[in-house]
């Protein structure tokens, strides 16, 4: 078991505001969760050239993109080239963005949320 860096009793209280009781392994399961979102905004930050993790390192872009997306990802990339048609800085900048979104994409692909039995 990793180190638990969730406060048990403010845990089960924010549980229990909810109307539900908390099971004795239930806060081992969201510690185990919370190292896994850690883990990928590391590795989101890593990808993206930065030794700083931001907000926007714990969404998960794969399922968000695969959610939201009505278009083909190649149509939407041809997009991209599209507007980077400007400065050389920018072309480069979105190129850059394009190859990090797709480190996310596998390395989402790769690993999944720590899973429990029911």
Same mark, same amino acid.
């Given at each position: 078991? *990793? ?12 549980? *229990? ?25 590391? *590795? ?6 930065? *030794? ?67």
């Amino acid at each position: 078991m *990793k180190e638990s860096l969730l406060v048990g009793s403010k845990t089960r209280a924010a549980l *229990k505001a909810h109307g539900v009781n908390v099971g004795g392994d239930s806060l081992n399961a969201l510690n185990e969760v919370v190292h896994w979102y850690i883990d990928q905004a590391a *590795k989101r930050a890593a990808a993206n050239r930065r *030794k700083t993790v931001r907000a926007h390192d714990f969404i998960i872009f794969a399922e968000e993109a695969a959610a939201d997306s009505a278009e083909p990802a190649a149509s939407q990339e041809d997009d991209v080239e599209t507007a980077a048609v400007g400065s050389d800085q920018t072309e480069s900048a979105v190129v850059d963005a394009v190859e990090a979104v797709e480190v996310v994409e596998e390395v989402a692909e790769e690993e999944s949320p720590p899973a429990w039995s029911s």
